[in-house]
Nanobody, 115 residues
Framework: QVQLVESGGGLVQAGGSLRLSCAASGLVFRLADITWYRQAPGKERELVAS???????NYADSVKGRFTVSRDNAKNTVSLQMNSLKPEDTGVYYCKTRWNGNEHWGQGTQVTVSS
């Protein structure tokens, strides 16, 4: 059974940093593409960043230059380093993967950036 567990969220002032982690189990992690999404109150869920099995990454324009996604295949973990945080980065952050034709989501971790 595939499980994704996010951690590392919290409350931070604008300009600060947070590091989120997504721990995965129940799959061959090194073969899995992992994507981070976020959902702000009253808004639709949006893609933030992704890292594919080969290690290449992609970012939403709104976070380029501020966020960095990385993976540690030895620890079955993907991290999202978030710097220069803005109030508009506030939301619940989720990681997601697709495995054996099914989508799997974590429970999310709350990030709140105060102005």
């Amino acid at each position: 059974q595939v499980q994704l567990v996010e951690s590392g969220g919290g409350l931070v002032q604008a300009g600060g940093s947070l590091r989120l982690s997504c721990a995965a189990s129940g799959l061959v992690f090194r073969l899995a593409d992992i994507t981070w999404y976020r959902q702000a109150p009253g808004k639709e869920r949006e893609l933030v960043a992704s890292v594919i099995s080969g290690g290449n990454s992609n970012y939403a324009d709104s976070v380029k230059g501020r966020f960095t996604v990385s993976r540690d295949n030895a620890k079955n973990t993907v991290s999202l380093q978030m710097n220069s945080l803005k109030p508009e980065d506030t939301g619940v952050y989720y990681c997601k993967t697709r495995w054996n034709g099914n989508e799997h989501w974590g429970q999310g971790t709350q990030v709140t950036v105060s102005s």
